[in-house]
């Protein structure tokens, strides 16, 4: 049993390999955000506000209500230049907020 969880790969690392195969570097950096959302965002705005896809530098957020989509345009900047100092290049051009099923 030991060894068969010594063989075992964490999924995050083999879609990191598979993405680095077709994606761009910065897309595949990209994914890096999932790991870093809940702890750069707070525990209030996770619990209300979930990356949900990227493209070209601009992340779509997944909102639970018009409210936060509201309050997080307040706390753009201040959120993309968090991320970008977690993934540790400026990655994240744009926030797009949208109402959305937070997962989770």
Same mark, same amino acid.
């Given at each position: 049993m030991n +060894? +068969? +969880? +010594? &063989?075992?790969?964490?999924? *995050? &690392?083999?879609?990191?390999? *598979?993405? *680095?195969?077709y994606r761009p570097a910065q897309d595949t950096q990209m994914t890096r955000v999932w790991e870093v959302w809940d702890k750069v965002v707070g525990e209030s705005v996770c619990m209300n506000a979930k990356p949900c896809s990227f493209k070209n530098g601009e992340l779509i957020v997944n909102v639970s209500s018009s409210t936060w989509i509201y309050q997080l345009k307040f706390l753009e900047k201040e959120m993309i230049e968090k991320i970008n100092c977690q993934l540790g290049s400026p990655v994240i051009k744009k926030l797009k907020f949208k109402i959305g099923k937070i997962l989770g």
């Open positions: +060894k +068969k +969880k +010594k &063989d075992l790969t964490h999924i *995050a &690392d083999v879609l990191n390999s *598979a993405l *680095a195969r």
